[in-house]
């Protein structure tokens, strides 16, 4: 979803697609920023596994790995995205005056492109509950923030993952009960363009509702305010999400067990998922008709409580320590590595081309196998991650930008005409 600086030197093609660092304070740390790629990149393969991959219901090693990365990749890929929107607003110090409101633009007509585009990848009426859309309206809606200092973005972060989800449970139960949100919609430009649900979906209904991932988002502002290069932070920054992780699904899986009739209000409330793994898995399966008070108890993925938000924010943080630290300190792991961060460079592009190349084989060209949802369609995964990886990292070796993140950056030079 990143760009790359125009002014980058041919040996910086390994750098995040993201940065604009025409105007930074201090250029940051080639090994840092292939970190971010690096995680980045495994957020967008996570994402393959979970549109892809076999059914975990697999079991194993690779049913293991499956469930790890349902939900977690989206939310460490929207953690990135607030990350990334510092990055382009400037840092390690804000951009304030007409180059402040360049960045600000850039933001607001990148967020309008990836709103056109995340519609029209749903118009292809895939299975893949497109992020897109929600993306970009979470951009638009943290962009006010970007000044913030990282103790202010952490606070709004942690009182958003507390209060925002209990906003939704409300939210949502009105809409049970007196059904005005389907009086919003047949009034909702948006809706009718669309043919969605419009505004009401991506801030309340949908798979990402902007409500419960501004967290995410303003997460990553936070870690991208803190200088990683500093002794000992990227060490804090692991304990910290690790122990976000515990506390989000340890009390989950707590309260379920402690609560009276905790798991079998949400067995009945859910569509013939496994309750008993709702405090860390998507297999619970989704909500049928009503939300009950007891899924307020639940961690899964997508289950837009408290607890999720916590544990998938908290998995996030690890796994940008983790890369951070791999990058700097195993040169030999990192070369083995930058394959996976060359997608990270290209993520839009290897997202977008990922859809379109499920619609193409599913609903053109109707190749069965596809969807194949036992062991045997871990080749079909591995096929998609093989390509995505070879592509990304031949355009990358020659070329600045991904294919997709060129175009988004051409369409954002307008904005230095801003005054």
């Known amino acids: 979803?990143?760009?790359?600086?125009?002014?980058?030197?041919?040996?910086?093609?390994?750098?995040?697609?993201?940065?604009?660092?025409?105007?930074?304070?201090?250029?940051?740390?080639?090994?840092?920023?292939?970190g971010i790629d690096l995680a980045?990149?495994?957020?967008?393969?996570?994402?393959?596994?979970?549109?892809?991959?076999?059914?975990?219901?697999?079991?194993?090693?690779?049913?293991?790995?499956?469930e790890t990365a349902r939900g977690r990749s989206s939310a460490l890929f929207a953690v990135l995205?607030?990350?990334?929107?510092?990055?382009?607003?400037?840092?390690?110090?804000?951009?304030?005056?007409?180059?402040?409101?360049?960045?600000?633009?850039?933001?607001?007509?990148?967020?309008?492109?990836?709103?056109?585009?995340?519609?029209?990848?749903?118009?292809?009426?895939?299975?893949?509950?497109?992020?897109?859309?929600?993306?970009?309206?979470?951009?638009?809606?943290?962009?006010p923030l970007y000044r913030l200092r990282a103790a202010t973005l952490t606070l709004i972060a942690v009182t958003g993952a507390l209060v925002l989800p209990q906003v939704l449970f409300v939210i949502r139960k009105s809409t049970e009960r007196n059904g005005w949100a389907d009086d919003f919609i047949a009034v909702d430009p948006l809706a009718r363009l669309t043919g969605t649900d419009g505004l009401v979906e991506l801030l309340f209904t949908g798979e990402y509702p902007v409500l419960t991932w501004i967290p995410?988002?303003?997460?990553?502002?936070?870690?991208?305010?803190?200088?990683?290069?500093?002794?000992?932070?990227?060490?804090r920054l692991a304990a910290v999400g690790a122990g976000l992780a515990l506390f989000g699904y340890g009390a989950s899986w707590l309260l379920l067990r402690i609560?009276?009739?905790?798991?079998?209000?949400?067995?009945?409330?859910?569509?013939?998922?496994?309750?008993?793994?709702?405090?860390?898995?998507?297999?619970?399966?989704s909500l049928k008709d009503g939300t009950p008070l007891a899924w307020l108890l639940v961690a899964a993925p997508h289950s837009q409580t408290t607890l999720s938000v916590l544990?998938?924010?908290?998995?996030?943080?690890?796994?940008?320590?983790?890369?951070?630290?791999?990058?700097?300190?195993?040169?030999?792991?990192?070369?083995?590595?930058?394959?996976?961060?060359?997608v990270g460079m290209s993520a839009l592009t290897a997202y977008v081309l990922h859809i379109v190349a499920l619609w193409l084989l599913t609903d053109v060209w109707y190749v069965s196998w596809i969807e194949d949802d036992s062991i045997s369609g871990l080749r079909v995964l591995l096929g998609f991650i093989a390509a995505a990886v070879l592509l990304c990292t031949l355009w990358t070796h020659w070329f600045r930008r991904g294919p997709l993140e060129q175009l988004l950056h051409t369409l954002t030079l307008p904005a230095r005409y801003v005054r």
Do not use: K
Request: hydrophobic share 50%; aromatic share 4%; net charge positive.
């Open 81 to 143: 995205a607030g990350f990334s929107l510092v990055i382009i607003t400037g840092r390690p110090q804000p951009r304030t005056g007409r180059e402040g409101r360049r960045a600000a633009a850039r933001i607001v007509i990148r967020a309008l492109v990836l709103l056109v585009l995340g519609y029209v990848l749903t118009a292809l009426d895939t299975d893949v509950d497109v992020i897109l859309s929600f993306y970009a309206l979470l951009f638009l809606v943290v962009l």
């Open 216 to 235: 995410f988002l303003v997460a990553g502002m936070a870690v991208a305010r803190v200088d990683l290069t500093r002794p000992g932070i990227r060490t």
């Open 311 to 342: 544990g998938n924010t908290g998995v996030a943080l690890a796994a940008i320590a983790l890369c951070l630290t791999v990058v700097d300190r195993m040169p030999r792991t990192t070369r083995l590595a930058r394959p996976v961060a060359a």
């Open 259 to 285: 609560v009276p009739g905790a798991v079998a209000t949400v067995a009945a409330a859910t569509d013939g998922g496994s309750a008993a793994s709702a405090w860390w898995s998507d297999q619970v399966g």
């Open 40 to 66: 980045r990149g495994l957020a967008v393969l996570g994402m393959f596994s979970a549109h892809i991959g076999p059914d975990v219901t697999v079991g194993g090693p690779v049913g293991f790995l499956l």
């Open 1 to 34: 979803m990143t760009d790359a600086a125009s002014t980058a030197a041919p040996h910086q093609a390994a750098l995040p697609a993201s940065e604009d660092r025409s105007t930074d304070v201090t250029p940051p740390s080639p090994a840092r920023l292939i």
